[in-house]
Nanobody
Framework: QVQLVESGGGLVQPGGSLRLSCAASGFDFSSYIMSWYRQAPGKERELVASITSDGASTNFPDSVKGRFTISRDNAKDTVYLQMNSLKPEDTAMYYC?????????WGQGTQVTVSS
């Protein structure tokens, strides 16, 4: 059974940091591209970070570039999202995604709220 379980979300003040984790099971994690997406109320889901299966290459949209980093540990079947200098507009539900070809899996999400 495929599972992606996100953790690490919470309430943080503007300028603060959070580290999200996504633990995977039930599939060959090391062969999948892993990504983080987010969705704020009333908005479409958007990509915030992706990393290749071997961890050699990452990709970020301009909105988070320089503030977010993504990493993975293929020995632990886990992907991480380090978020620094958080802004109120980063408030959203954050989802972990695994993709290989046409196969795609999603986690249930973890809420991140940036507010003073």
């Amino acid at each position: 059974q495929v599972q992606l379980v996100e953790s690490g979300g919470g309430l943080v003040q503007p300028g603060g940091s959070l580290r999200l984790s996504c633990a995977a099971s039930g599939f060959d994690f090391s062969s999948y591209i892993m990504s983080w997406y987010r969705q704020a109320p009333g908005k479409e889901r958007e990509l915030v970070a992706s990393i290749t299966s071997d961890g050699a290459s990452t990709n970020f949209p301009d909105s988070v570039k320089g503030r977010f980093t993504i990493s993975r540990d293929n020995a632990k079947d886990t992907v991480y999202l380090q978020m620094n200098s958080l802004k109120p507009e980063d408030t959203a539900m954050y989802y972990c995604n695994a993709r290989r070809g046409i196969r795609k899996y999603w986690g249930q999400g973890t809420q991140v709220t940036v507010s003073s």
